[in-house]
């Protein structure tokens, strides 16, 4: 397999059919036009010769990134990545249906194992990582570590990205194979749910915690004048009552929301320590 990593960039690697780009390894990427271009991670490497675009049917004989993996990335994977880089699916997640999976891929299609987001739109969200991370982490976890990071250099909040993982990164990096990065992943996940129980449990039990009591959340009554707070109380129980007819949906949202806001804390944690 070689050397799991160098430590040093080469400016050429045995990578058949590939065309020179201005980064050091062979990276690709199907781009589905989802994104903003200013904002799009992909978009920027491609147009700093980092990555090249892939036509819808072409395949890929390196690690593909996508959510049509079946097993998460592993230094087990390196045989492959050696053969033809990586490469990713630049789309909005919003419109992941959308996408022609069996017309995109190749024979090496992977997941990534648990990471969070540092890019600016999906900071502090687990597994919601833009192309440049999701590449990153394909890197870092077979082995080329330095090239992983020298590929963040090119985002202004790339190094958030180290800050946050590193510790889970090195975790995987130090795997045999996907089923040991699965079980690693497992382990993890519960020992941070666990701290952060514990953490939010101690910090509800603290008064100083809770804001000002003094203030109490005012009751609306159906007393109807005409004065700006009542007012402003029953536009607030209209907005309530207007969508019953998507409450589920609704539900979904706030469950989503709070399971962001777990996980942003999670990170502010780890980031503390």
């Known amino acids: 397999m070689g050397p799991r990593n160098s430590g040093k960039f080469h400016g050429k690697h045995n990578f058949k059919g590939q065309m020179p780009s201005k980064f050091p390894l062979p990276l690709a990427m199907w ?30 004989k390196g690690v593909v990134v996508t959510p049509n993996g079946k097993s998460p990335v592993s230094p087990a994977d390196r045989v492959f990545f050696d053969n033809g880089g990586a490469s990713v699916v630049e789309c909005s997640w919003a419109k992941i249906d959308e996408i022609p999976f069996s017309r995109i891929g190749g024979r090496c299609e992977r997941l990534l194992p648990y990471l969070v987001a540092t890019n600016p739109i999906n900071y502090g969200r ?11 982490a394909c890197m870092y976890i077979v082995g080329y570590k330095d090239e992983a990071r020298l590929l963040m250099e090119n985002f202004k909040w790339g190094h958030a990205f180290f800050d946050v993982n590193e510790e889970l990164l090195d975790i995987y990096a130090d795997c045999k194979d996907a089923d040991e990065i699965q079980i690693k992943q497992k382990q993890y996940l519960e020992d941070m749910e ?9 910090d509800q039990g603290d008064i100083w915690t809770q804001g000002n009591l003094n203030h109490k959340p005012v009751v609306a009554d159906n007393d ?20 019953i007819q998507n409450s589920e949906d609704s539900q979904q949202d706030a469950n989503e929301e709070e399971d ?8 502010r944690m780890k980031l503390k320590t």
Do not use: M
């Open 260 to 267: 962001d806001d777990l996980w942003r804390n999670v990170v």
């Open 224 to 243: 109807t004048s005409s004065s700006s707070s009542d007012a402003e109380s029953n536009e607030e129980v209209n907005a309530v009552k207007e969508p």
């Open 194 to 202: 666990a701290s952060y129980r514990e953490q939010r449990n101690t």
């Open 126 to 136: 687990p597994w919601r990582l833009n192309c440049a991370e999701a590449l990153a």
């Open 31 to 60: 781009d589905f036009g989802h994104c903003n271009p200013n904002a799009c991670s992909g978009k920027r490497l491609e147009r700093l010769g980092c990555i090249r675009s892939l036509r819808i049917g072409q395949k890929n």
